[in-house]
């Protein structure tokens, strides 16, 4: 039995009243996660923005890298 089961099988012994509380903390620690990947996310591309320009992008074929 997964986690996921575990939890489902111990939020239907609950009260309604209970398992509602448990639904809205999963939601805000769902809600909190992706939060912290939009962050995470926004964070790593300021960082790349610095070297926006700096490099030219050229087509790369793979058997030419075999003939140096």
Avoid: H, W
Avoid at 25 to 54: P, S, T
């Amino acid at each position: 039995m997964n986690t996921a089961d575990r939890i489902y099988e111990t939020v239907k012994t609950l009260p309604e009243q209970s398992a509602c509380e448990v639904l809205s903390f999963v939601e805000k620690l769902k809600a909190k996660q992706i939060e912290n990947e939009q962050n995470r996310k926004a964070l790593a591309l300021a960082k790349l923005a610095k070297y926006r320009g700096r490099f030219k992008a050229e087509k790369f074929n793979r058997e030419d890298c075999y003939d140096r």
